[in-house]
Structures are given as structure tokens and as C-alpha cells.
């Protein structure tokens, strides 16, 4: 569920020099699954810093491992 028309996403969050702002809404209804089915993996993109990390960057991602290392979904998600 995008929060923001494709119009505002193209005028806004591509070609403006302020900080992009994000496409996804916070109040969205929770992905639900058959109980049958278990999450595996999770992706995460990561734009900026990735490239060219600062030394800040790869703490930060080494933060991010150590707090999905031991990550469980609740049943509700």
C-alpha cells in the first residue's frame, strides 16, 4: 500500500535535493499468512551508504544483524 501517488513519488522522491521521504504508509493493515506457512527469509534494501559505507554505516549494519539474529514473528504478523 503506497501512501503517496506515483506523481508525487516521481516530483518528490527522485529528482528533489531534499531528504527523500518514504512511499510506505505506518497504517497499514498487518500481512497476514495461512498458519500452514512460515517466514524463511527477510530482504532488506538498503540504498544509501551501501555503496561507499562510512565506518558509522557498517556499525549500523552490524547492529542490524545482531537484531534480526534472534528475531521471531509474532503469530498476529
Known amino acids: ?5 506515483r506523481e508525487y513519488l516521481l516530483n518528490n522522491h527522485l529528482f528533489y ?3 527523500p521521504q518514504t512511499a ?5 493493515e498487518p500481512i497476514s499468512y ?5 517466514l524463511k527469509q ?10 561507499y559505507p562510512a ?3 557498517i556499525r549500523g549494519f552490524d547492529e542490524l ?3 534480526f539474529a534472534n ?3 509474532a503469530k498476529e504478523w
Open 1 to 5: 500500500t503506497y501512501k503517496y501517488s
Open 65 to 67: 544483524e545482531k537484531i
Open 34 to 38: 495461512p498458519d500452514k506457512c512460515d
Open 24 to 28: 510506505f504508509a505506518l497504517d497499514i
Open 71 to 73: 528475531v521471531t514473528v
Open 42 to 51: 527477510l530482504h532488506m534494501v538498503s540504498r544509501h551508504g551501501s555503496r
Open 55 to 57: 565506518p558509522d554505516n
Open 17 to 19: 535535493p531534499e531528504p
